[in-house]
């Protein structure tokens, strides 16, 4: 009996991290996103937002880059490697007040073009890896933002040769309320592709939502 309850309680205590840990899944890109649990769908998170939600790159003012590494259980084969990169295009447009809400937490910008943003990312070892390529853009327009990401993710192992596919995703967030009650969804690989052409093997389509409501400039609340 207590064997058991032993086992459960491994499972249970296992990171979301390293159940989506490949480059075939959404995956946890940043370390805040880690310490958040995977929450991602809403933060706005600087340039790990080209693989979050593309969509949350419209609030990037400068040129961000940021790397990751990670490792499950202390294995060198669960390694995985990541950088990702936000290039905002043309010049700022001002943030407009908000009635009733602290600057600090209104003060918004984006990009009159837009941002840009590249990812890489690769898990696994000589014997079995994956690797993962994406190019994003979001866009901000008032209290909408939109945004869209192309990932070419590629499988490797040893003796068997490998395999690519094309995923496209979108990305939205949405103010309910004036930057304090925000919506936020993407659908990661709405394509369906598919890892070998005879064969219904596909990579996951994820379909995540989620709610950000910020009470005060230093209390984020998260759900999804």
Same mark, same amino acid.
């Given at each position: ?6 086992? %459960?309680? #491994? /499972?249970? #205590? ?7 840990? &490949?480059?075939?899944?959404?995956g946890v890109w940043g370390a805040r996103t880690a310490a958040l649990g995977g929450?991602? *769908? ?8 080209? @693989? ?12 961000? %880059?940021?790397? &990751? @590494? ?18 905002? *295009? ?13 600057? $600090? $937490?209104?003060?918004? &910008? ?7 943003? %590249? ?26 933002? $939109? ?5 070419? $993710? ?37 394509? &369906? ?9 596909? #990579? ?6 989620? #709610? ?7 209390? /984020?609340?998260?759900?999804?």
């Open positions: 009996m207590n064997k058991r309850y032993a086992r %459960i309680g #491994l /499972l249970l #205590l296992l990171p979301p991290a390293f159940a989506r840990a &490949q480059a075939t899944g959404p929450t991602a *769908v809403t933060v706005p998170d600087g340039a790990w937002a080209a @693989a979050n939600n593309p969509a949350a790159l419209g609030e990037v003012t400068q040129l961000t %880059i940021g790397f &990751q @590494a990670t490792n499950q259980f202390l294995l060198a084969n669960l390694n995985t490697v990541g950088v990702a990169a936000a290039l905002p *295009v043309g010049p700022q447009l001002p943030a407009q007040p908000v009635p009733g809400v602290p600057a $600090v $937490v209104a003060s918004r &910008q984006a990009p009159r073009y837009g941002v840009a943003g %590249i990812t890489a990312r690769r898990f696994g070892n000589k014997q079995y890896a994956e690797q993962g390529f994406g190019l994003s853009y979001g866009y901000r327009l008032g209290t909408v933002s $939109v945004g869209a990401r192309v990932e070419v $993710v590629q499988l490797s192992i040893e003796g068997l040769g490998s395999r690519r596919a094309v995923a496209a995703s979108l990305g939205g967030q949405a103010d309910i309320l004036p930057r304090k009650l925000t919506f936020g969804a993407s659908l990661v690989n709405l394509n &369906q592709a598919r890892l070998a052409p005879d064969q219904d093997e596909r #990579l996951p389509t994820v379909l995540r939502a989620g #709610l950000a409501y910020r009470p005060s400039e230093k209390v /984020l609340l998260l759900t999804e």
